[in-house]
Each structure stands twice: as C-alpha cells, then as structure tokens.
C-alpha cells in the first residue's frame, strides 16, 4: 500500500534577536502563525490539529500548550504539546496525519529565552541528580570534554572548529532574520576568553528570541492550498544513553542512528542531498554532526571546511542560514528554524544565500547537553 505524503505548505518565522523587550511570547507566535498561514492560504478554522513543541520547565509554567491556542487560532481544537525539539514535532504531526484522521497540521514553537533568568540553572537541572547535577553549572564543562575527545579521535584541530564560526556568522550576514551575523577571524575565535578548554567563548551559540509556524498538509489537501509544496520525505529521531557515562563521546549514537532512519523513510542515500541545515551550538559540533549524518566519514568534516565544500558554492552547502552561532541558538524552536530555512532554499526563497538548482535539503537538531536526543527531517521539492 502506498503511503500517504506529507507536505509543508505554509511558513512562517519571525526575526531572531537577542532581546524582544517590545514584544511577548504569545505576539511572536502570533507573527510566525500569520506568516504562515498566508503563505499556505489557510485560515484558523482550516487547520485540524496543532502541535506545540515546548518544554515546560524552559517555558516557566506547566501544560504550556494552554497558552498557545489563542494565538495560532486553535481554541475548541486539538492542541498537544511534544516536550521536545520541533522536529520531533513535525513527526507528530506527520503521523497524524497519516492516520487519515487528520488532512492539515500546524506545528509551533518558539524561544524566549530573554524571558529566562537562570539558563544555566535550569539546564543543570536536566542532569543526572546523582552524579552530576550536584557538580553545578557544567553543561558547558561536559562539551568541552565532548570537544576534547572528538578532536583526539579525529585528529580535527580547534583551528578548523573556529573557522566553523568564522563560516556560520559570515553566512549570517545574508541572513536578515539572523541575530549575530559577524565578520569574525581564526583569531578572533582562538583569543575569545576561555570556558571549558578546548572549548572558548566564541565556540558557543549565544541564545535568541523568535519563533516558527509550519503548516503541514496531507497529499490530497495540498492542489486546495496555495503555498509551495515541500515534501517530507524522511525523519528519524533517536536517544542515546542518557547516563554521561555510559555514551559515545567521540561521536553522537542518537543523530547516526535519526539519520539512518530518515534516509531509510526517504529511499534515499547522504549522495542525494543538496544542502544541509543541522545542529551547530558549539562549533566542534557542526563537524561532528556532518560526520554521524553519513555526509562524510568520519574525521573527514574538517577537510570539507577546509576545501570550501560548505560554502553557498561548495559541493554540500551547511548552515546558509548562520546556524546556531548565526542566527542564535532557539532552544526547542531549533529544529524548526532549520526545516523553515530548507523549505526556504528548495522554493528559490532564501535570497542571497540561494543555493542554484537546489532539490534535496536535510535539517537536523540536537537538544544539547546533557541530552542525546538528535532528529533529522529529509525533504524535497519533486
């Protein structure tokens, strides 16, 4: 039997910025939802279903998508919250769909992250409550660890991881919605002040505010909407070991196996992709996941830089957007912002950061430390 597709018509983002004392939470859903809407010519009473990606101790308050009807028009419709990154979201909305139960889909998140007085409290909490939580503030010492043995195993110098930020925040630059656009150097990266060695202050994504509206749709609904159609052909999503001690930390076991699971969906091979949006909150990071994605073997990510294969004209263009240290590291918007920016470059949308001929794009997240949680979406055009 042949499975039923599953499209995104609509998208909608706001600008990502650094502080939005001007604006709330629910105004930058609203913005996102708007956007999103008119581009797929829905209205509210269209929609079937939404799904809201959220975790409620980031959000400040408990059952979170209580406060996301009013503002994608959902009152008196189903509402979920997934407690996770927005494309583990988009995976929920999909399989309703394929339910048949279900034709139109929205998938929302957002980042408010100015609104968050303790970040790294709260990220401390997520660790183990035994071993590790009571170290206190060491989510940043445990990707120095990861940073450390990734360059050991791979022979990859933090040379390479900063010309990673050099790329992303120049990439940036095109970017209009981007947050921290910069023409940086090798040695404005290496002389940044120190955190977690290897790991220094540039090597880390600053966070930022903004959020995403998709609006799925099933194969039979998209000839009665007018947004472009940009077909999900794949998506995984996987967790690793969430004890520190007991995972992989040269390389990430969750994004290998997401990725294997979405290229299988898909009836695709690494080859086949065009341009690739994934996870780059500390830049060791981009490299890593290149490598566990299948785009290169392993060790190998560094010499692609190197070569200026992930530039808008190279062979596999990563992060056109500015990725996490450009555009600004969105917490469970994440996964969103990347699958917005690949339907944006298989439209012929993106601007001056327009990949040519671009067909095939891949968006993968990680929902940082401690977590080893990694999904991938693979989605086309034809």
Known sequence: MKRRRVAVVGVGTTAFRSVTPDVSYRELTYEAAVKAYLDAGVEPKDIDGFVACAEDFLEGYSISDEYAPDQLGAVLKPVQTVPGDGIQGIATAAMMILTGQFEVMVVQSLSKASNMLTIPNMLNFAMDPLLNRPLDDIYHFVAGLEMSRYLHETGTSKELCAQVVVKNRRHALANPAAGYGAGLTVSHVLDSPPVSDPLSELDISQHADGAVVLVLAAEE???????????????????????????????????????????????????????????????????????????????????????????????????LSGGALGVGHLFECSGLHKVAEVCAQLRGQAGARQVKDAEVGLAQSWRGVPSATSAVAILAVA
């Open 221 to 319: 609904a998209v000839s009665r909407l007018s947004g472009l159609p940009v077909w999900l052909e794949g998506i995984g999503w996987a967790t690793d070991a969430p004890s520190l001690e007991s995972r992989d930390w040269t390389q990430p076991l969750s994004t290998r196996l997401a990725a294997q699971m979405a290229f299988k969906q898909a009836g695709m091979s690494p080859a086949e992709i065009d341009l690739v949006e994934l996870c780059d909150e500390y830049s060791f990071k981009e490299l890593q996941h290149l490598e566990a994605l299948g785009l290169c073997a392993p060790g190998e990510a560094g010499h692609l830089l190197e070569a200026g294969e992930t530039l808008r004209d190279g062979l596999l263009p990563v992060n």
